[in-house]
Nanobody, 119 residues
Framework: QVQLVESGGGLVQPGGSLRLSCVVS????????MGWYRQAPGKQRELVAT???????NYVDFVKGRFTISRDNTKNTVYLQMNSLKPEDTAVYYC?????????????WGQGTQVTVSS
């Protein structure tokens, strides 16, 4: 049974910072690409950033220069450092991981963590 558990969300004022974490647990051979997505009320889920096992990163334009994705392969954990937060960053943030299990590569999602940016 694989689980992805996010933490670190909350309420922050505009211009503030938050750091999200996502720990992967369970039985698997390795973790390939990990990523963060978000879904605002009334909108579709959208990509925020991804990171490969080797550390190569990819960001969508609206977070470049403000958010940083990183991972610790020894802890099966991916992070999202969010700085200069804006009200439009308010959303539920989801962790995603592509895991190699016995049956092949499978995509897993966390349950989400709420980020609210408001004064």
């Amino acid at each position: 049974q694989v689980q992805l558990v996010e933490s670190g969300g909350g309420l922050v004022q505009p211009g503030g910072s938050l750091r999200l974490s996502c720990v992967v647990s369970g039985t698997f051979f390795n973790i390939n690409i990990m990523g963060w997505y978000r879904q605002a009320p009334g909108k579709q889920r959208e990509l925020v950033a991804t990171i490969s096992r080797g550390g190569s990163t990819n960001y969508v334009d609206f977070v470049k220069g403000r958010f940083t994705i990183s991972r610790d392969n020894t802890k099966n954990t991916v992070y999202l450092q969010m700085n200069s937060l804006k009200p439009e960053d308010t959303a539920v943030y989801y962790c995603n991981a592509d895991l190699r299990i016995e049956l092949g590569n499978v995509d897993y999602w966390g349950q989400g963590t709420q980020v609210t940016v408001s004064s």
